[in-house]
């Protein structure tokens, strides 16, 4: 019910009508109306709202699942340790040789001729000749287009690359 100046209320108007404010928000009411209010704010207020998910609203209607996450699970630091020494024992793996030595010296070069380009371009002689290619040996070679690529995108590009030359040897075969 609004609070216009001027407007009659059960024969009063509503500038001379006490309003009384509500303890708990504070807004002004009626005394009768502020009778009301109280167990409707009560009601009201003391809801928690759940959380809106948008990526609920989202889904909803499609064959997409959602996954609910598991909370994470405590776990005492004794444990943890142990099982932190279990799945990374401290010695080294013998698959892989770290060559970080060599990917430093790499990056040196490339900073030392990045200079070198930047001195003789201010200065107005001719450019260095670019440094040769650092060659990963992490990397595999591709048989069939000799690019480098690392494991996983050697195994997806070597099939790529087999079929595309076999696609190739057979057009040439018959134009």
């Known amino acids: 019910m609004s609070q216009i100046p001027g407007k009659k209320l059960n024969g009063t108007t509503a500038q001379s009508q006490d309003l009384v404010p509500c303890p708990t928000c504070g807004r002004c009411f009626a005394q009768d109306v502020l009778l009301r209010h109280d167990p409707i704010r009560k009601k009201v207020f003391n809801k928690k709202r759940k959380p809106f998910s948008s990526l609920k609203q989202r889904l909803q209607g499609t064959d997409i699942t959602t996954v609910k996450k598991q909370p994470p699970q405590k776990v005492s630091l004794k444990l943890k340790h142990v099982l932190c020494l279990l799945l990374f024992p401290l010695q080294k793996q013998p698959g892989k040789k770290s060559n970080w030595r060599q990917h430093h010296e790499d990056f040196i070069n490339t900073i030392r001729s990045a200079k070198q380009v930047t001195k003789a371009l ?31 995108a050697a195994e997806r590009h070597i099939k790529f690359c087999e079929e595309q030359a076999a696609r190739r040897a057979f057009a040439a075969k018959t134009t």
């Open 122 to 152: 201010k200065e107005g002689h001719p450019l260095p000749p670019p440094p040769p290619p650092s060659i990963n040996l992490d990397y595999i070679q591709c048989p069939h287009c000799s690019r480098r690529f690392n494991e996983a």
